[in-house]
Every structure is written in structure tokens, then in C-alpha cells.
């Protein structure tokens, strides 16, 4: 269920406003990469063009080409909805539904489309899910509370849990334990590093330390100056980018002389 | 012993503001709620005997009054508040924002008309208009309790007063509803896209549970102008004192605040008190009314999205 993703010369723009341009670039089954720059350099943007959430803003769009085992997202044929099922996506802050327990936070995803599910069926994805997410242990007595009633770290869990209940193809994290403490972030990472097993995994973060722990490959991205377009700068396998990196912003961003 | 640290005038003076207002209101409250029980005494202690020599025999009197204030408000609300909620959608989800705004103004502006226009619309327009719809109705589906004829001859019957009332509290739980769907957090909207959610699904899963209370208290208050509305049911109604489901015969239960209005000018002596202690009944289904409101609101406490 894991997929090959293909980003192939993708500008992006909002309204008149090009925010990335030309990025090319392929990420491989069953790995971590992580998209690492400067605040504003279109990392996250470039993450949302991945399950097409970017267009949700009014005026936005792209060009180029994003496919997923050959398919372009951006066919005319292709529905935004179906795609997003298939590419799962967990945010900065958590965000599980306040109004909803957390059991059926799990099976927001499934529930949608009219998906009509057992009730023992149900009782077997959420508890796959949660321990899926790594947070089983800690919420098996208490399903029936609201979402919200977790700390920060467990909330962004349950966040995990509900996008892998769907079984998507890739999984798409935007700086997901920006909010978290310490003791959180870690329990997250080690997740990633199980989650990979099954899933494609691309992670935007402003931590270079998670960078290097989680990822197998990172993109570096970086913009001249405001209101010129980011680019992608290199991307490699994680070590070659931390210890040689080819271009000469790279090893400036990544050794803290700017950024 | 430690000094306190020193409050600063600023704070003060909001405090004392903010307490006088929140005051004001319980004041406002009392008071009317003192005139309506000192004014209604006499007739709620009076014997049977005493009040038919004034003309009403009070509680035999009530419970059709009652009834009526109860199921009109009821029917316009039936009719109000799925429209009100679908228009508040359109508004904050759906239309172009150019559009969204132009429909804003022109709900708000529903709000601004008064509301014996609304009764001189009621009974010029619509009460003629619905007529042969009526006719149509008790003709075809007449077995049906609440389309039983005979059929009214002039179309002012509660059905017609209570879309005169629909219309009236259209605007407030309008306004209100959109207010509170736009209030919702786009995370929570991006949640439900991110999971795939059509624009139908994000509405129902994230809009709609978290404007669930906005919403109840959005209907309370369109119930509570369609509970007191006077001049509109006074005007478009052809009362009787009766209780009765029946939506379009010539006999239609009236309201409290409507019967008040007709009655008040040739009442005398106890007569008096016996229409200000129906006044004193409105004001308990009022107070009744939103206490279960809230009663719902807070069941679901936890999970409001307020934590």
C-alpha cells in the first residue's frame, strides 16, 4: 500500500503569487523524507500540493505534474476527494475533533463516503489504529471521552491513528510535533520510524536534530529573498545531505549560519 | 503584613461597568417579573364567581392560550430554523464571497422591518395566496388530522401566521447561525478535507457539531420573538379560545401576547388582571423554554470544542 511519488517541474502559485518553483523530485516507497528550510520557503506548500490540499485556499493552484505510481494528481479526471483519502495528512497543531469521542475520532476517515462499518470491525480498526499511533495503552479505558480531553502529544496520536485507520498510500506530516514537548516529539519520532514500515512517509520540520534522526532522504528548500519564489536546493540520502552537502546554502542552513 | 499590590483605576472602572450591566439585567428581570405576579394575584385568588362578573373565567381560559402561543411558535420554528440553517451554510460555505456578503445584508435588513408590516403583508398577500393551496390541501389530503376541513374562507389561519412568524425570526437565527459557522476553526475543517471529506462531509463533520450550541441558542432566541410576537398574529389570525391541531380551519387557537393585545382595551376590573396573569404564563414558557435549552447545551459540555 506503500507508493513512489513523482513531483515533476510543479510551480505553485497563490492567486498572481508564484510561491514554488520548478521543483522536481521523487520519493521512494516505504521511506521518510524530510523537507527541511527557512520559514517560508514554500516547504509546507509543497507538501499540501502532495494531496492536493493546497487548492482549499481560495485563489490557489499549480502546474506541473505530481504523480502517484504514475498517476498525476492533477489529471482533469481526478477527483480531490479520492485522492486525499489515499494520502493521509496529520498537521502542526492537532487537531482531532472536539466534538467527537475518540474512538470516533479514529473512524471520522472510514465513516465518510456513507462507509458503513460492523461494530466489531469498528472495535478492531480503532484499537489497530491506536496501537498503530502508539497510544493504545494509554486511551483503551477511556474511547468514549472527548478527543480534546488528551495532552498535546497524545492528541496529535490520536491524529496519527485516524489518518492510518483509512489505510492511506503516503502519509504527509506538516511540522507535526512543532507543538509538542520534548517527551512527545520523541514518542512521535519513534512512531515515524515504525510507521515507515508501511507507508511513505514526508515530513516538513524546523528541526534539523528530527531531520536527521527520522528521515532516510531530505530536501532542502530555500528562497532568494521575500517575495521570490522557493526552490528546492538539493535533495539526498539524509547523511549525505548533514555531513556533504553539494551546494554551499545547504551546509550554511544546516550548520546554523543563517535561518 | 504584605501590602496588596495596588489595583489600577482601569480595571477598576471595567470591573464596576461590567458588574453594573450584568446587574442591570437580573434588575430588569425582577421587575417585570414583580408587575406581572403583583398584577396577577387578584385574578389567580379570585373565585370563578368574581371573574364572571368581568367578563373571563380565568382557567378554563389559559390552557388554549397556552396551547396556541406554543404551537404556533412551534410550527414557525419548524418551518424557520432548517431554512435559517441552510441559508447561514450557503452564506459561510458555499456562496462567492461577493454573493455570501450582498445575502448578509439583505437577511439583516428582513430583521429591521416591523412587525405590523409583516401583518399587513400577512393578510393583504399571503393569507389570499395560500387560499387555494389550502383548498387543494383539505380537498386531497384532508384525511390527514392536520389538514382537516372545512377550509377557511379568508386563509388567516394559524398555518399562514405561523409563515408570517417563520419569516420574522428568519433573519435573527440567520444571522446568528452564520456568525457561529464562520467562527469554525479552519483546522478542523482541514481535518476532515485531509481525511476526504466532501464539502457535505466537512459541513456535517466539523461546521455543524461545533456550531451545535451557537445553533440551539440562535433557535432559542427566534423562538423567543415567535413566543411574544403580538401585533403580527393579531393582525393575520381569526381567533377563537380553542385547542386544536387543525392548521386550516376558520377556528385557530390564539396566542398569549396576541389575545392580550385584543382583549386589553375593553377589559375592566379583574378582566385586567386576568389578561396580565396569562402575560405572567408567557413569561414562565419563555423562561421554561430556555432552561431546557440549556439543559441540552450543557449535556454535551465536553465535547463543544470549548476545552
Known sequence: ?259 | MTARAKARLGDRVFQAAAMGAGLLILVALAAVAIFLIAKAMPALVASPEELKRDGTDFWPYVPPLIFGTVWAAFLALLFALPLAVGIALFISHYAPRKLAQGLGYAIDLLAAIPSVVYGLWGILVLAPAVRPLYEWLVNNVGWFPLFAGPVSGTGRTVLTVAVVLAVMILPIITALCREVFLQTPPLHEEAALALGATRWEVVKMAVLPFGRAGIISATMLGLGRALGETMAVAMVLSPSIIISFALLQSQNPTTIAANIALKFPEATGLGINALIATGLVLFAITFVVNALARVVINRRKEFSGAN
Open chain 1, 1 to 259: 500500500m506503500s507508493k513512489r511519488i513523482e513531483v515533476e517541474n510543479l510551480n505553485v502559485f497563490y492567486g498572481k503569487f508564484l510561491a514554488v518553483e520548478g521543483v522536481s523530485l521523487t520519493i521512494e516507497p516505504r521511506t521518510v523524507t524530510a523537507f527541511i528550510g527557512p520559514s517560508g520557503c514554500g516547504k509546507s506548500t509543497l507538501l499540501r500540493t502532495l494531496n492536493r490540499m493546497h487548492e482549499v485556499i481560495p485563489g490557489a493552484r499549480v502546474d506541473g505534474r505530481v504523480a502517484i505510481d504514475g498517476k498525476n494528481l492533477y489529471d482533469l479526471d481526478v477527483d480531490p476527494v479520492l485522492v486525499r483519502r489515499q494520502v493521509g495528512m496529520v498537521f502542526q497543531r492537532p487537531n482531532p475533533f472536539p466534538t467527537m469521542s475518540i474512538k470516533e475520532n479514529v473512524l471520522a476517515g472510514v465513516k465518510l463516503n456513507n462507509g458503513r462499518i460492523s461494530r466489531s470491525d469498528a472495535d478492531d480498526l480503532v484499537e489497530k489504529s491506536l496501537k498503530g499511533a502508539n497510544l493504545w495503552k494509554e486511551v483503551k479505558d477511556r474511547l468514549d471521552r472527548p478527543g480534546s480531553s488528551l495532552s498535546g502529544g497524545q492528541q496529535q496520536r490520536l491524529c496519527i491513528a485516524r489518518a492510518i485507520a483509512v489505510s492511506p498510500d503516503v502519509l504527509l506530516m506538516d511540522e507535526p510535533c512543532s507543538a509538542l514537548d520534548p517527551i512527545s516529539t520523541l514518542a512521535i519520532e519513534d512512531l515515524i520510524e515504525e510507521l515507515k514500515r508501511d507507508y511513505t512517509i514526508v515530513i516538513v520540520t524546523h528541526n534539523m536534530q528530527q531531520a536527521s534522526r527520522v528521515s532516510d532522504r531530505t530536501a532542502f528548500f530555500n528562497i532568494a529573498g521575500t517575495g521570490l519564489p522557493g526552490r528546492l536546493i538539493e535533495v539526498d540520502d539524509t547523511a549525505t545531505i548533514f555531513e556533504r552537502p553539494t551546494e554551499k546554502s545547504t551546509e550554511d542552513y544546516i550548520s546554523g549560519r543563517f535561518g
